[in-house]
C-alpha cells in the first residue's frame, strides 16, 4: 500500500499556474513493481474525473482533453513525488485534486481511471474569473 500526500493547491486567478505535489511513502515504485500514478478532480456537484496520469515503467503518460496542453506530469523518483504542473488556468479547472496510485502489470493503461486504489486527501484549487 502507497501512503500520499498531496499540496500546492490554492487560489489563483484566470490564465495563472500552480504545480502540485503529492508525496509517496510506503511500497513506492521499483525496478520490480510498477505502478499508475495519477491526477484525480472533483468539482462541487460533479463526479470525480481522471486528469493525467504517469506510468513509472517507460514514463508515458496520458492527459484528459481538457487539460492537455496546459498541465504536465511528472515524477521525481529520487523525492519519491509526483507533481502536476498546472498553466493557463481556467474556472472550469476548479476543485479538489487528488493523486492516487495503483500498482498494476506493465499492458495496464494507466487512464483506465476505475482501478486506482491508493489516495490522497486531496488539495483544492480555485480558480477565479
Known amino acids: 500500500q502507497v501512503q500520499l500526500v498531496e499540496s500546492g493547491g490554492g487560489s489563483v486567478q484566470t490564465g495563472g499556474s500552480l504545480r502540485l505535489s503529492c508525496a509517496a511513502s510506503?511500497?513506492?515504485?521499483?525496478?520490480?513493481?510498477?505502478?499508475?500514478l495519477g491526477w484525480f478532480r472533483q468539482a462541487p456537484g460533479k463526479e470525480r474525473e481522471g486528469v493525467a496520469s504517469?506510468?513509472?515503467?517507460?514514463?508515458?503518460?496520458y492527459y484528459h482533453d481538457s487539460v492537455k496542453g496546459r498541465f504536465t506530469i511528472s515524477q521525481d523518483n529520487a523525492k519519491n513525488t509526483l507533481y502536476l504542473q498546472m498553466n493557463s488556468l481556467e474556472p472550469e479547472d476548479t476543485g479538489m485534486y487528488y493523486c492516487?496510485?495503483?500498482?498494476?502489470?506493465?499492458?495496464?493503461?494507466?487512464?483506465?481511471?476505475?482501478?486506482?486504489?491508493?489516495w490522497g486527501q486531496g488539495t483544492q484549487v480555485t480558480v477565479s474569473s
Open positions: 492516487a496510485a495503483l500498482a498494476t502489470s506493465l499492458s495496464y493503461r494507466c487512464d483506465t481511471w476505475q482501478k486506482y486504489n491508493d
Open positions: 510506503g511500497s513506492t515504485p521499483s525496478r520490480y513493481i510498477r505502478y499508475c
Open positions: 504517469f506510468s513509472t515503467r517507460g514514463g508515458s503518460t
